[in-house]
């Protein structure tokens, strides 16, 4: 339990960490290079474009995860003795977690990244927030390679010119062929790519268990939820108005979930 409390508070410091790490290179390394082209447009220029989308991209990374912490799940006080968690709580939709120390509503899991647990009020804001670092991290990622094919003169046409690029890096460090900054951002590259895959699997795996009316813990407990129409158990998550909350890191809005809570 104690290994758990522990990295309850690395994970969370770790993204920060990769975050604070992506955003001092966008600024410091990959929009200067895109400034030195004298006969782009100002208004379309490329560092401009490149800008606006990675702050949109990282804001609301950044602003679902704050919302993830936020937001925590319902506590159900009333169930915190083991007697009373089997006959007042319905294991379909509850569950004690021993890192948080509570039972939560209708609980998938504990994101040890959030350091909170994932349930009933938050569930939106980490598939969100699960979305827009998988983005953030590829998009990075691609801003890195052109950084890195400019400044080293590579050629990333060839399929596996990305798997051989950090074997061959390595050497060329050694060697003195290659800086320590440019091999900092060649490691970053893996690191966003292993990051942007994993946020992408976790999100499309939780909307399709959203999809299903399905949490991970009852699916890990192999509990047999009614199925319910797929329409229905999407705008209990994200609500009728799910496209201005795609857009913007916000609350839920018109959820079913809101509605019972306002009640």
Known sequence: ???????????????????????????????????????????????????????????????????????????????????????????????????????????????????NCIGSR???????FCLYTSLACLYSMVAGVAYISAVLSISFAHPLAFLTLLPTSISQFFSGAVLGSEMFVILMLYLWFAVGLACAGFCCHQLLLILRGQTRHQVRKGVAVRAGPWRKNLQEVFGKRWLLGLLVPMFNVGSESSKQRDK
Do not use: W
């Open 122 to 128: 938050n569930m939106r804001n980490f598939v969100l």
């Open 1 to 115: 339990m104690l290994a758990l409390r522990l990295l309850n508070v690395v994970a969370p410091a770790y993204f920060l960490c990769i975050s604070l790490v992506t955003f001092a290179l966008q600024l410091f390394l990959f929009l200067p290079s895109m400034r030195e082209d004298p006969a782009a447009a100002r208004l379309c220029s490329p560092a401009l474009l490149h800008g606006a989308l990675f702050l949109f991209l990282s804001t609301n990374a950044l602003g679902n995860y704050v919302l993830v912490i936020q937001n925590s799940p319902d506590d159900l006080d009333a169930c915190q003795g083991a007697s009373a968690r089997k006959a007042l709580c319905p294991p379909p939709s509850t569950h004690f977690c021993r890192v948080c120390a509570r039972v939560t509503l209708r609980h998938d899991h504990h994101c040890f990244f959030t350091g």
